[in-house]
């Protein structure tokens, strides 16, 4: 069966005049790789997106800021709320599942099971998620300097999940500090910010970097985004996977105490500001059942 990362070479390798390049998680090696396939007066756009958890354990490498200013012509771009792997050579497109990791690729001892499938850039969808692609920034050195010091903030044991981990690596060492959900959009709006106290400050401000949600959105779209952001963590998806049936109490903290995750409260602790974050931010299908504090989905709600 051929590779879908010998097949991506192939892809860029034919490009003559422009090549993008957009997944949230790249390896600095894979990038590297492809980049040495692409012709050199081809330009290059990279969109991909650094979020502090997933950075920790490497399934995506600030290095990639190096590989790409060190190519002519090649520029790095970040989007926070970037899902969407889509590889561009001229007007033809690979899009699909795959990330540039190793083990998305096939390039790894146990490779992911993916998909990429070819259309045209001009196909509507294409068109319309390309043109979304204008909200991306920059990538500055100073950005750069800056996720490093949050990387090393969270002081995330070694784990050895790092060379190739799969999407489903990231958010196992992330869950929320803030014990009062409530507060979060508080911390988030700079003229309100200064009425927490420094500790919840500093818990909600961690959560938000962990969470990657841009600046400058109202309260609604701010619920949403962390609402979505969220409910993708793995951590938080073995959780409601348990909680699709009765999750009390202490099978909730046991879960969490079975997880590999940085924290500085014990199991129980972090267990009821998981259930508080499920029912501020995920309420319209998670309930806590007062009689028995069990966390369950809604009568009629359904499964993800």
């Known amino acids: 069966m051929r590779r ?23 390896k600095a090696g894979v990038l590297r790789r492809l980049l040495q396939t692409i012709p050199s007066h081809v330009t290059v756009r990279v969109v991909t997106r650094w979020l502090p958890a997933e950075i920790a354990v490497g399934v995506s490498d600030l290095e990639v800021f190096d590989v790409v200013a060190a190519r002519h012509g090649a520029r790095l771009e970040l989007l926070d709320r970037l899902h969407a792997k889509i590889y561009v050579a001229d007007h033809a497109a690979l899009i699909g599942s795959a990330n540039l990791t ?29 043109e979304q692609l204008a909200e991306a920034r920059p990538a500055a050195l100073e950005e750069r300097d800056r996720m490093r010091r949050l990387v090393e903030e969270l002081h995330v044991p070694e784990l050895n999940l790092v060379s190739d981990a799969t999407t ?19 911390a988030y709006m700079p003229q309100t910010r200064d009425r927490l106290a420094a500790s919840v400050l500093e818990a909600a401000l961690s959560d938000i970097d962990a969470l990657g949600i841009p600046s400058g959105l109202q309260e609604v779209a701010f619920r949403q985004a962390v609402a979505a952001s969220f409910e993708r963590m793995p951590a938080v ?63 009629g709600a359904g499964r993800t």
């Not at 990362?5 to 997944?23: M, P, Q, S």
């Not at 993916?114 to 294409?126: I, Q, R």
Request: glycine letters at 4%; proline letters at 6%.
């Open 102 to 130: 190793g083990a998305a690729l096939g390039w790894s001892d146990k490779p992911n099971l993916e998909l990429l499938t070819t259309l045209a850039s001009t196909d509507e969808a294409v068109r319309q998620f390309l």
């Open 4 to 26: 879908d990362g010998d097949r991506l070479v192939e892809h860029l390798a034919a490009a003559t005049r422009g090549v993008l390049i957009c997944a949230p998680f790249i």
């Open 168 to 186: 489903t690596a990231p958010a196992v060492l992330w869950l929320p500090q803030l014990a009062a959900p409530s507060r979060l959009f508080q």
């Open 237 to 299: 998806q073995r959780i409601l996977a348990a909680a699709a049936d009765d999750l009390r109490d202490a099978d909730g903290a046991d879960i969490i105490h079975q997880m590999p995750v940085a924290r500085d409260l014990d199991a129980e602790q972090q267990w009821l500001i998981v259930r508080e974050w499920m029912t501020s931010f995920l309420g319209d299908r998670y309930e806590i059942a007062p009689a028995s504090f069990v966390v369950r989905l809604k009568p």
